[in-house]
């Protein structure tokens, strides 16, 4: 393998539009035929707005079913993402020229547990930015137990950096722990596993981190949670230079189109509040289709224009919201971090112990021990925490709950942001 890579294109562009205070807007598009993946690429480049490209990785490039995304590619199938495998480096590097540059970087987003051939042909293609993470893609997307997901991330993320130290050049990762399972987990959780994951791409010396955050179902919980995880990230990860990285909601869309316009432009909203350096806009066709490119651009450009503010915030909550965030987090990383000296084995330690649990998620390694409710005003509180390190004091500071969920509560908690975006049978104010 031959690094094609001769600058630190996604760095040093993240860098230039903080200085100029422009918030980056990213599509997650990916279409499996090249001539597509590339117009798609040209109308993202020639947008006003500052952004960065995407690949997104079909289904079977992500699970390694290699032979599968080569056969679609030789008859002309339509995929759910670009196929980079399956394509030669000459192809991939074919389809970029002319279009990637110091004003135009390009990530590739995967969703994949063993991530080392994605990562191999992004290298041979000349891209220096990707994301995800060993617990990220591996408890929500995946049945492969989590040791096995630690140690391929692990020899994934050490082949960047070796790649990196001979290319002198600074590879960009970004953890996806802020965005798994988003809608039901309270943030605290996807705070600690952004955090950790982040220190995991630290031991092998990536040089280039962003952190994720998912919008949630209450804007004033969420903007408490993003200043949480800007000062933990301060405390715990060596390098300084890190970004955070903000995603419109992930869990079930708004079905109308103004619901959808309405829950980007929060979005919006929610990162320039916070001086969130980069967003990743969905589309309003998320609840019907595979977004076109057409579908894309549109959305990028209601998150460009939001330049408003259309929902209430309340400074009090917002300060309490963030000061129980940071202790319930702090909590749980300090105790996974005590666990082991070497953070692969802290990580898989804490989930075999229930110290790290994520609520409704059905992998085998998740010990499925917490569950977790959302109020009338969108926020979300642990309901059990199981055998989470929090201590008691911090889960009761909001109102408590102990009875289970029935079902229906349940789908109605599955489709809070639908009802408030599209119906209007919530507050869509912060509160």
Not at 96 to 105: I, Q, Y
Not at 127 to 144: F, K, M, Q, V
Not at 414 to 425: G, P
Request: charged share 20%; proline share 3%.
């Amino acid at each position: 393998m031959v690094c094609q890579i001769q600058s630190s294109v996604f760095h040093n562009y993240i860098e230039k539009c903080r200085k100029s205070n422009q918030l980056i807007v990213q599509p997650r598009m990916g279409f499996s035929d090249i001539e597509t993946m590339s117009q798609g690429l040209i109308a993202v480049s020639s947008h006003n707005a500052a952004t960065i490209g995407t690949l997104t990785i079909d289904s079977y490039t992500r699970v390694r079913d290699f032979e599968q995304a080569k056969q679609a590619v030789i008859n002309k199938l339509d995929l759910n993402g670009y196929p980079i495998v399956a394509y030669s480096a000459e192809e991939n590097r074919n389809m970029l020229a002319g279009l990637l540059s110091e004003n135009f970087p390009i990530q590739v987003r995967h969703g994949s547990p063993q991530p080392l051939e994605i990562f191999q042909a992004m290298l041979d293609c000349g891209l220096d930015a990707t994301e995800g993470g060993p617990i990220s893609y591996c408890l929500p997307y995946s049945r492969i137990p989590l040791q096995h997901s630690i140690k391929a991330w692990r020899e994934s993320c050490d082949l960047l950096g070796q790649e990196q130290q001979k290319a002198n050049i600074k590879f960009h990762l970004e953890t996806f722990g802020g965005c798994m399972l988003g809608q039901l987990c309270p943030p605290s959780m996807l705070i600690t596993i952004a955090i950790l994951e982040a220190l995991f791409f630290e031991k092998s010396g990536i040089q280039s981190i962003s952190l994720s955050f998912a919008q949630g179902t209450n804007l004033n919980q969420d903007e408490g949670a993003i200043l949480a995880l800007r000062q933990l990230a301060n405390e715990y990860l060596d390098n300084k230079d890190f970004h955070i990285v903000l995603y419109t909601f992930m869990g079930q869309f708004p079905t109308t189109k103004q619901g959808a316009k309405r829950i980007i432009e929060d979005s919006a909203y929610l990162a320039k509040r916070t001086n969130i350096e980069r967003l990743i806009v969905k589309t309003a066709a998320e609840a019907y289709h595979i977004p076109t490119i057409a579908d894309n651009l549109e959305a990028l450009s209601w998150a460009h224009a939001a330049n408003d503010y259309s929902y209430q915030t309340h400074a009090t909550e917002i300060k309490a919201h963030s000061d129980i965030i940071y202790e319930q987090a702090k909590q749980l990383i300090d105790t996974t971090l005590n666990l082991d000296t070497n953070i692969d084995c802290a990580l898989l330690m804490a989930f075999q112990h229930g110290l790290l649990d994520i609520p409704y998620c059905l992998h085998p390694d998740n010990q499925r021990q917490t569950s977790t409710y959302i109020d009338n005003q969108g926020v979300i509180h642990w309901a059990d925490k199981g055998n989470l390190p929090i201590s008691k004091g911090l889960t009761s500071i909001f109102k408590g709950r102990s009875e289970h969920l029935s079902s229906n509560e349940f789908l109605d908690m599955l489709s809070f942001n639908v009802n408030r975006y599209d119906y209007n049978l919530t507050n869509r104010s912060g509160l």
